[in-house]
């Protein structure tokens, strides 16, 4: 199966995706993700995924093809003729993992049974950091980017939609290629500060941008999140227990009644602090003047002191954060 999938995992196309029954077709772009058939809008933007095992056909020997997550055929595919490459890779890599499937019911649930009783005794007899360890181990690169964007949707009912000022776009672009962040959100309200979710995306607070003279402080916050949270999945997964790791292994995906739960946590509560040592080591990698963001965490400089005086690049940088203009266009991204 994964020499398979290696073989296709480039091939990509457009369709007509349809979610539900009572809503309309739209124009989506479909491609071959790691373990998954990956649906993303014309921005690249991931809206769901389909585990390549539970995909169906609707119309075998039929054009154009449709194709339908398993259990939920109300949800359709029409991938376009003119992409044969990739239909044919979809069939084959069905087929593929088709092929175990082949045995008597009793053996299906005999199979069912031993992997429910071996997964009840790992929830029972692995520590649930050992189980969430693994878990992370495991878990593709396009599910974590699938939920960092989920989340990332379902702040915005906790604070407004995500500051947009045209005019800014490409100064949040700007940042993004410099901090070597996938997306940045400024949002309007409740968040002061910052904060990474899986998939290398960050939320970004509008006062870390409004309240300063320079773009290092928001920088600042910035690195500070993701060094104080390598790894953004391990904290869903503490929030949703043993339960999240069992249900990202074995679906996945986790539901948005968890995702919501943990931005909220998140939002609500003072944000997560790296070590001084892990600090001062994520700013040079990063390139970012640490004094800057120190003295906004506390003016006075006081508690920040072993980071002021174990600052990297105090005077210039090798590489600035923005540019002027894009730093004068940050500024007035949640203007109207």
């Given at each position: 199966m994964s020499t398979a999938l290696d073989k296709f995992q480039r091939l990509e196309g457009t369709a007509l995706w349809r979610e539900t029954p009572g809503v309309q077709r739209r124009e989506v772009i479909v491609s071959l993700g790691e373990a998954s058939l990956v649906i993303k809008d014309s921005q690249d933007r991931a809206l769901t995924h389909w585990s390549l095992p539970a995909v169906r056909r609707l119309n075998p020997g039929q054009t154009p093809a449709v194709f339908f997550p398993d259990g939920d055929s109300d949800e359709t595919l029409e991938i376009d003729p003119a992409h044969d490459d990739l239909v044919d890779a979809i069939e084959k890599l069905r087929?593929?993992?088709?092929?175990?499937?082949?045995?008597?019911?009793?053996?299906?649930?005999?199979?069912?049974?031993?992997?429910?009783?071996?997964?009840?005794?790992?929830?029972?007899?692995?520590?649930?950091?050992?189980?969430?360890?693994?878990?992370?181990?495991?878990?593709?690169n396009v599910a974590r980017q699938t939920m960092g964007q989920d989340m990332q949707q379902l702040a915005t009912r906790l604070t407004g939609q995500p500051c947009s000022a045209p005019l800014a776009v490409p100064a949040v672009d700007a940042l993004q290629k410099r901090l070597q962040v996938r997306s940045i959100s400024v949002l309007p309200s409740a968040l002061r500060e910052a904060i990474a979710l899986p998939g290398n995306v960050v939320l970004l607070g509008?006062?870390?941008i409004e309240d300063h003279e320079e773009p290092d402080v928001a920088a600042g916050y910035i690195v500070a999140a993701q060094a104080a949270s390598p790894d953004p999945l391990r904290g869903v997964l503490e929030t949703g227990g043993i339960r999240a790791s069992l249900r990202l292994l074995t679906t996945g995906a986790l539901p948005e009644d968890l995702l919501l739960q943990h931005i909220e946590l998140m939002i609500s509560s003072p944000p997560a602090a790296a070590a001084d040592d892990t600090l001062i080591q994520a700013f040079e990698e990063k390139r970012v003047r640490l004094q800057p963001y120190a003295l906004a965490r506390d003016p006075s400089g006081e508690s920040t002191l072993a980071l002021i005086e174990a600052a990297p690049f105090t005077e210039e940088l090798p590489e600035p954060i923005l540019i002027d203009r894009y730093w004068v266009a940050l500024q007035g991204i949640c203007g109207s």
């Open positions: 087929k593929a993992v088709a092929r175990p499937q082949r045995a008597s019911g009793r053996l299906r649930k005999t199979v069912l049974a031993l992997t429910t009783t071996a997964l009840a005794g790992l929830a029972v007899f692995w520590l649930p950091d050992a189980l969430a360890n693994h878990t992370l181990r495991v878990v593709p509008r006062d870390t």
